[in-house]
């Protein structure tokens, strides 16, 4: 019996927080992804339509361009890669602050940081990959 | 010509056994055969006389009868009894009457009878006589009617006496009674009065204090209707007080919920009151309720509703309102202030937390200390941050208190600058930033509070650094004058829009061009350097031009009578308005 070996996943963080988007890849890194950040909404979008991970790690609240504008056009630019992406919002906002607009842009989980470990991150976008 | 009556007639019993007499003695004292129908009718006669007799005695009523021309008359059996007079054969007259009347009531009764009499003309009088028999003192009722003859001539009074001696005294009793009811009466409508005088005092104290109230007040009767509204209560909802009261309320004040949706009746807090006779009263878990004015706008309203019973009765409500609008702007405004607060400390808490967890969950065989210490590093940066973002709410909250405290010191300005630069640093160096101060050591002494000027400079600084792109510039200069102390902060950063100019030193207030570049920040770091320097009685102002850069000027005075005096001044005045 062969064992096919199995691809590493590649996530994207895009976090303007530096500590936390240090955190975010270290513990993906740990737990066997391949990771790459980016500090807001414009550099994101552009490390993703180069990169395209199989799986995005956004805040919302970022400067020049937030994560919702963000996912939104690399759902429109990104062919059917961009329309298939895996997406985990990680925000300081609320759940019910911007989940209805969350739930648009096909996010598959919407987690809130201060209720949401490093571990519970990594569990959750395992299980969605 | 005097009146007379004949005793021996004055009865028609007496007088019809009289007649059988006479008869029995006509016939050798035997009834005659011939005559036994008579002798009927006189057993006829003679039962109706007793019975009538009997009538008059059970009413105490007697009759009497007086000749005009003779003067003489008879008097019943009755009034026999009445006067209390003793058996007599003597005519009865009319002057023998009088000797019977009381002497009060003599003069009264010979007016009135012997008028009558002289003019031949009815007559009714009422007086007391004296009886013969026993001196006892009676009242009776006297009426004399007219018997005219075939001719028509007035031959001779016919009249009753009537003992009204128990109706009179009953009648006296009943006069005595009403008189002191009459006094009864008297007595409480004059305590009435009183009590009237005493309540419309009170209605009068109570309708000034009520008109004078700072809050709005109506009454309500039990079916809704408004009886009573202050002065107050008319012009918070922009009316006249004639147009709320006697209408009901519920169709006069339109109530709103948030929506602007108008309230049913039983949906408002009225009817309930009224309904469950309870009260009612606003608290911060209901939802916000708005008054409709006349001109249709509208404003929020907090109230009590209470309950008015009488004897255990509900008779309506009296609700008490004003207008919170005010009081909503500042709650707005807390509660804003408390959730960026609590946005704001997620960040580092998050930091911690994360770093804690990679902490935790380093594998133990790997010795990576190089992690470890990085790690360590981010949850004391992530503490660094907290203490801040806490110190800053604590002094914006101080502000807002008025409760900053100043103390007052010697204070080399150089001195604390130096120790600001250097815990700056870091930043300075990360973005590669060129820094350029200009001060003199040891001329820039100044009374001041040193910790409070080191806030000023802190927050003027780290916005340099922060909205200033790396490789660019940053400086600051502290300048002597006679009585003055001028401290700039220059940067070649974003600047401050135009349209935005007036609003920076505003509380929370953070610029679009800002947003863009740091998504995190509280805008309270100019709204506390202007709070403190008008605190220590200077001025601050600023210059600046987006996307090349921004001057901030502060100006403090370095005496500390000078401060003194000018804290005064700018005590209470408040910018955030």
Known sequence: MTKTPKRVKRVLIVEDEPSIMRALATVFVREGFEATTAGDGEEGLAAALRDRPDLIILDIVMPRMDGMEMLTRIRRDGGAWGKSVKAIVYSNLSYNEKHGEAAGVGVKDFLVKADTSLAEVVRIAKETL | MEPGLDLTHMSLAHKTQERKREAANRNGGKPLRGIDAEARLRRMLRTSADRLCDAQEIAHLGFWELNFDTGEGSI???????????????????????????????????????????????????????????????????????????????????????????????????????????????????????????????????????????????????????????????????????????????????????????????????????????????????????????????????????????????????????????????????????????????????????????????????????????????????????????????NVSRIDTQTLSVEIEEVDIGKIAEQVLKELAPKVKAKKLSLETDYAKRLSLLSTDKQLIQIVLQNLLSNAIKYTPPKGKIGLAIARRPDTIIITVTDTGCGISEHQQTEIFKKLFRADNVKAIESEGTGLGLYIAKSIVLRLGGEISFESRENKGTVFRVELPTGEKQIRERERETKNISFNE
Not at chain 2, 187 to 203: D, H, M, V, W
Request: aromatic residues 8%.
């Open chain 2, 76 to 394: 019943s059996e009755e009034v026999v009894r009445m006067l209390g007079l003793h058996p007599v054969r003597d005519t009865f007259t009319y002057e023998k009457y009088l000797t019977h009347v009381a002497p009060n009531d003599l003069p009264q009764v010979k007016k009135i009878v012997g008028g009558a009499f002289s003019a031949r003309k009815p007559f009714e009088i009422e007086h007391c006589i004296v009886r013969e028999k026993d001196g006892d003192l009676r009242t009776v009722f006297v009426v004399g009617k007219i018997i005219k003859n075939r001719e028509g001539r007035p031959v001779r009074f016919r009249g009753i006496i009537q003992d009204i001696t128990k109706q009179h005294k009953i009648r006296e009793e009943f006069a005595e009674y009403a008189q002191a009811l009459e006094g009864i009466v008297g007595e409480r409508t004059s305590a009435l009065e009183t009590a009237a005088t005493i309540l419309e005092q009170e209605k009068a104290r109570a309708e000034a204090i009520l008109e004078d109230i700072g809050d709005g007040m109506i009454f309500t009767n039990k079916k809704g209707v408004i009886e009573l509204a202050n002065r107050r209560a008319a012009d918070l909802l922009g009316r006249k007080q004639e147009e709320l009261i006697g209408h009901p309320q519920y169709e006069t004040i339109e109530m709103q919920d948030e929506e602007g949706i108008a309230l049913s009746w039983p949906e408002r807090p009225m009817f309930a009151v009224l309904t469950g006779g309870k009260r009612v009263s606003t608290d911060p878990s209901m939802p916000v309720r708005y008054y409709v004015r006349k001109d249709k706008s509208r404003f929020p309203v907090a109230f009590t509703n209470t309950p008015v019973f009488l004897h255990g009765e509900l008779i309506g409500a009296i609700e008490v309102f004003r207008d919170v609008t005010r009081g909503k702007a500042v709650d707005r405004a807390k509660s804003e202030f408390v959730s960026l607060a609590s946005h704001q400390l997620r960040t580092p808490l998050s930091i911690i937390s994360m770093y804690a967890e990679l902490l935790k969950r380093m594998d133990v065989t790997n010795f990576a200390w190089e992690d470890q210490r990085l790690y360590v590093n981010e949850i004391g940066e992530a503490v660094g941050r907290m203490a801040e973002l806490i110190n800053n709410f604590l």
